[in-house]
T-cell receptor
Framework: SQTIHQWPATLVQPVGSPLSLECTVEGTSNPNLYWYRQAAGRGLQLLFYSVGIGQISSEVPQNLSASRPQDRQFILSSKKLLLSDSGFYLCAWRKGGAFFGQGTRLTVV | QKEVEQNSGPLSVPEGAIASLNCTYS??????FFWYRQYSGKSPELIMSIYSNGDKEDGRFTAQLNKASQYVSLLIRDSQPSDSATYLCAVIDNYGQNFVFGPGTRLSVLP
């Protein structure tokens, strides 16, 4: 069966610090992968999606970037975090519907 | 710009009643529709998918799709307090790779 792992679960980072969130999928090959962000009390905002290694599409201009160095690995990064980057970050893969990891709650202070 | 709209709620129903959640979408070419349940502080969980007009039933859940009206709904029969959560509607179309989510409806089932 397929599983998706996302870590860390919680992160507190100072403004201006870098960020790296990692997501891996097991039990499937060449999945479509997604990064979403959910601000408190808000809906899901698509940040990036990838259909294959090295293929990244950005939906929202911001100070975040994504990379897909391996087939089942998707990384979300930032060089300098802003207060507005706080939120619940979710990685997902697609099989019919989207299936989500546990999420990372990021607080930028 | 694809849009998915839902009433934010909260929608309150007594235990044992039918909860009705509604969703409208703007992209006429949308072909696939999904309902997710999200408990507070947790990630969304897929509970129903529907691809053709009509009803689809799975246990206490029924999804209804009307493409002509661009409307999809979720009915929860015999609502339980454990059904209290935010329900997200999502669509994906055959022209893209992406899911577009609505803002969610918060459901509260009162014991």
């Amino acid at each position: 069966s397929q599983t998706i792992h996302q870590w860390p679960a919680t992160l507190v980072q100072p403004v201006g610090s870098p960020l790296s969130l990692e997501c891996t999928v097991e039990g499937t090959s060449n999945p479509n992968l997604y990064w979403y962000r959910q601000a408190a009390g808000r809906g899901l905002q698509l940040l990036f999606y990838s259909v294959g290694i090295g293929q990244i599409s950005s939906e929202v201009p911001q100070n975040l970037s994504a990379s897909r160095p391996q087939d089942r690995q998707f990384i979300l990064s930032s060089k300098k975090l802003l207060l507005s980057d706080s939120g619940f970050y979710l990685c997902a893969w697609r099989k019919g519907g989207a299936f989500f990891g546990q999420g990372t709650r990021l607080t930028v202070v | 710009q694809k849009e998915v709209e839902q009433n934010s709620g909260p929608l309150s129903v007594p235990e044992g009643a039918i909860a009705s959640l509604n969703c409208t979408y703007s992209d006429r070419v949308s072909q696939s529709f999904f309902w997710y349940r999200q408990y507070s502080g947790k990630s969304p969980e897929l509970i129903m998918s529907i691809y053709s007009n009509g009803d689809k039933e799975d246990g206490r859940f029924t999804a209804q799709l009307n493409k002509a009206s661009q409307y999809v709904s979720l009915l929860i029969r015999d609502s339980q307090p454990s059904d209290s959560a935010t329900y997200l509607c999502a669509v994906i179309d055959n022209y893209g790779q992406n899911f577009v989510f609505g803002p969610g409806t918060r459901l509260s089932v009162l014991p």
